[in-house]
C-alpha cells in the first residue's frame, strides 16, 4: 500500500470510529426514550403567577392569532401575556393591547431573541411573578399547559420543556419537518430525561424560575442559539431540566425548502458556536467538577446533524462498493441500519401513516438543503435569520404518544 492509499486508509477508519460513535449515542438514547416515565402526580400546593413571554419579531399578522389564543388559556391561577415586541407595526401593537396582552417594545442593531428576552425580563421584574413561560410567535399552548409546568415547579423543578408537536402538516417539507422533531423530543428530551439527565431545551414551550431565567440571560450577546447557551449554562449550575413528554404546544412546521435551509444555517452556525466556545469547557467539568451533564451537551454538539449523517453514510457506503481501502462495505451498512433504527424506533406511532413516505422521498432534497446551509454560516454574523411564519388552524389535542 503506497503512502497515499494508507493516508486515506487510516482517515476513513478515523472517520468511521467518529460516526459510529454518532450511531451509538443516537441508537442508546432512542431506546432509552421508550423507557416509561413516571408521571408526576404531586398536587400543587399554591398557584404561581406566570408571565407568558411571546417575543415578536416583525410578525404583525401571527402574532395576533397566537397572543389572542395564550390570551384564552385556562389556568388555575394568575397569568399575564407578555408579546416582546421587536419591528411590529403600530397598529398591531394597538391591537395586541387592546385585546388584554401587555406589550414590551425594543429594538436592536442586531436582534436576537435572548436580547429581547432579557430587556422584557428586567421591564416586568417586581410585579411579582414566579415563572417565566417562553413561546415562539406562532406557538399555541395546548390544555393544561400551564397546569402542568406549575406541578412540575411544585415537585421541585426550577427549568421546564414541554413536548413541543406540530401543528400543521400539509406539505412534504412540513411532515419532514415534523418527523425530525418528534425524534428530537424522543432522543434528546425524553430518551436523557429517562435514563436521569436533563431535558435538552428546544427554543419555546419552555419555562422558568422568573428570577433564575433572568441570571440565565445575563450577557446573553448576540448568539444565534440562546436555548442552546442557555443549555449549558444550566448545566454548569447543575440544574436539572424536566421533560413534560405529555404536555403540548403546538408549533408551525416549515413548508418549503428555502425557509428549511434558512433555519437549518442558523441552527449549524449555533452548532459550530458552542463546539468552539464549550469544548475545552467541557473536559474541565467532567473530570474537575465530575460534571457529565455539561461534558453531554457538548458532547451533542459534535454529533453530525442527522440529515447530513444520512448523507454521509449513504455515500460512504456507495464509495466502499468500488474503493479498496478504509472500512468494508459491511461497516457502513451496519452504521446505516443502526442509524436507521435510531430513527425509525423514535418516531411516534402516529407518524406511521401514508403520507410518510411522501417526507421520506423529500431527504435527498432536504440533505441538499443541508449541504447549501453549511454554505451560508457566516450570513449569521451579519443578520438575524429568523423563521418566518404564517397564520395557522391549531391542531387539535394529540396523544403523541
Known amino acids: 500500500m503506497?503512502?497515499?492509499?494508507?493516508?486515506?486508509?487510516?482517515?476513513?477508519?478515523?472517520?468511521?470510529?467518529?460516526?459510529?460513535?454518532?450511531?451509538?449515542?443516537?441508537?442508546?438514547?432512542?431506546?432509552a426514550g421508550h423507557k416509561k416515565i413516571k408521571p408526576l402526580t404531586i398536587q400543587p400546593k399554591s398557584f404561581r403567577k406566570f408571565c407568558v413571554l411571546i417575543p415578536a419579531y416583525r410578525e404583525n399578522v401571527v402574532i395576533l392569532e397566537s397572543s389572542k389564543a395564550a390570551l384564552q388559556h385556562a389556568y388555575s391561577g394568575l397569568f399575564d401575556v407578555v408579546v416582546i415586541a421587536d419591528g411590529l407595526k403600530p397598529e398591531t401593537v394597538q391591537t395586541i393591547r387592546q385585546q388584554g396582552a401587555q406589550v414590551v417594545e425594543v429594538s436592536f442593531e442586531k436582534s436576537t431573541k435572548g436580547k429581547a428576552l432579557a430587556v422584557a425580563l428586567d421591564q416586568l421584574q417586581g410585579r411579582g411573578y414566579d415563572v417565566a413561560a417562553v413561546l415562539d410567535v406562532d406557538n399555541i399552548m395546548g390544555k393544561n399547559?400551564?397546569?402542568?409546568?406549575?406541578?412540575?415547579?411544585?415537585?421541585?423543578?426550577?427549568?421546564?420543556?414541554?413536548?413541543?408537536?406540530?401543528?400543521?402538516?400539509?406539505?412534504?417539507?412540513?411532515?419532514?419537518?415534523t418527523c425530525n422533531e418528534e425524534i428530537n423530543n424522543h432522543i434528546y428530551r425524553k430518551g436523557h430525561f429517562a435514563v436521569g439527565l436533563s431535558s435538552a431545551l428546544i427554543g419555546s414551550g419552555m419555562a422558568f424560575e422568573f428570577k433564575y431565567l433572568q441570571k440565565l440571560l445575563i450577557g446573553i450577546g448576540d448568539t444565534v442559539g440562546e436555548d442552546k447557551e442557555i443549555d449549558f449554562r444550566i448545566a454548569k449550575d447543575h440544574v436539572k431540566i424536566c421533560y413534560l413528554d405529555k404536555v403540548y404546544v403546538y408549533d408551525e412546521k416549515i413548508e418549503n425548502a428555502q425557509v428549511f435551509t434558512q433555519q437549518r444555517t442558523r441552527w449549524i452556525a449555533a452548532q459550530l458556536e458552542f463546539l468552539k466556545k464549550y469544548t475545552k469547557t467541557g473536559f474541565v467539568q467532567l473530570f474537575k467538577n465530575n460534571n457529565f451533564e455539561f461534558f453531554n451537551k457538548v458532547m451533542q454538539a459534535y454529533l453530525v446533524p442527522r440529515m447530513l449523517l444520512i448523507g454521509v453514510l449513504g455515500l460512504l457506503f456507495l464509495a466502499s462498493l468500488i474503493i479498496p481501502v478504509g472500512p468494508p462495505v459491511v461497516f457502513w451498512f451496519v452504521l446505516l441500519v443502526m442509524l436507521a433504527a435510531a430513527l425509525l424506533i423514535s418516531l411516534p406511532k402516529r407518524l406511521y401513516n401514508k403520507n410518510l413516505w411522501n417526507a421520506i422521498i423529500r431527504l435527498p432534497y432536504a440533505i441538499f438543503c443541508m449541504v447549501i446551509a453549511l454554505f451560508g454560516i457566516n450570513k449569521t454574523k451579519t443578520s438575524f435569520l429568523a423563521t418566518p411564519h404564517k397564520s395557522q388552524t391549531v391542531t387539535p389535542e394529540i396523544d403523541a404518544k
Open 2 to 31: 503506497d503512502v497515499v492509499a494508507a493516508f486515506f486508509h487510516y482517515l476513513l477508519y478515523f472517520l468511521g470510529i467518529f460516526l459510529l460513535l454518532n450511531c451509538v449515542y443516537l441508537l442508546f438514547f432512542a431506546l
Open 145 to 177: 399547559f400551564l397546569e402542568e409546568v406549575n406541578r412540575a415547579f411544585d415537585a421541585g423543578y426550577k427549568v421546564v420543556q414541554a413536548h413541543r408537536t406540530a401543528k400543521n402538516m400539509d406539505t412534504s417539507f412540513a411532515l419532514l419537518d
